[in-house]
């Protein structure tokens, strides 16, 4: 089923409301079973424009599902993605309302590059992604959602909600990436100062480069880009943890620096 653009504006639309006013929805993969991943990035890209006529701003993107074993365990493919406003970004120190958030989770320590020049696809390889990017930084994501949880993950509903974009912490630190191979970059998780979980820069598509090449390549299809200035959180290495009011999560990667990200109690 591919929705038309009536349908299409009313469900951003209803998506809008749903984050103004904290209330759930019921999913649209249950409404419109058959609707198609390309009718909910069309959602998603209505969503956005109406975000900005509201006087948001798109600072950059966020790629999600970029390690094989979430990929396995959702049953799909490929990555999503989903754009990230001003309104999206906290600073590290300010704290976060998670009464704000629709069923949030931590789902980052990941790591955002910092584009110096535009990469628009199609064609764009890791080569091109290393000599567009500023410098990368340590990233926190807390995910939100508006849509009833169903049994079983339906990513079309989470592309149209724009992948579930919630709040973002950006480290201070912004690290140049001569002769750093993201690949290795160890990364630990520490929740209210005990270490809880550690990964390494590979989980996200075996290099976090080819998530960059990959959503410029994927924002081609609509006609868009990714611009200079902007950011790109390139997908958690570690994740799934429900975060309670007055939680402290500290990430601190190997030679990138440290983020930390507090709730507010």
Request: with cysteine.
């Amino acid at each position: 089923m591919v929705l038309d653009e009536a349908l299409i504006d009313r469900l951003a639309e209803e998506i809008l409301n749903a984050e103004s006013s904290r209330t759930f929805l019921p999913p649209i993969s249950k409404r419109y079973p058959s609707f198609t991943v390309e009718d909910a990035y069309k959602i998603q890209m209505k969503l956005m424009e109406k975000r900005i006529r509201l006087g948001e701003k798109v600072v950059g993107w966020k790629a999600g599902l970029t390690s094989k074993v979430a990929q396995q365990h959702y049953g799909v493919n490929e990555p999503d993605f989903g754009f990230i406003t001003d309104k999206m970004i906290v600073q590290e120190g300010e704290q976060i309302d998670l009464s704000e958030l629709g069923n949030p989770s931590f789902e980052g320590a990941e790591i955002a590059f910092l584009l110096k020049d535009d990469l628009r696809g199609p064609g764009v390889n890791v080569a091109e992604v290393l000599k567009a990017t500023e410098g990368v930084l340590p990233c926190i994501e807390i995910i939100s959602g508006w849509m009833e949880k169903t049994e079983k993950f339906n990513i079309k509903d989470s592309i149209a909600h724009n992948g579930n974009a919630g709040r973002f912490v950006l480290g201070g630190k912004i690290t140049p990436l001569q002769d750093i191979d993201l690949r290795l970059v160890g990364v630990v998780l520490e929740l209210n100062g005990e270490i809880v979980a550690t990964a390494a820069g590979a989980a996200a598509l075996g290099n976090p480069a080819h998530v960059v090449a990959w959503l410029a390549n994927k924002l081609a299809t609509f006609n868009a880009k990714l611009c200079a200035g902007q950011i790109v959180a390139t997908g958690t290495l570690i994740g799934g943890i429900e975060p309670k009011p007055g939680d402290v999560f500290k990430v601190t990667f190997d030679r990138l620096g440290t983020v930390v990200a507090k709730m507010k109690k």
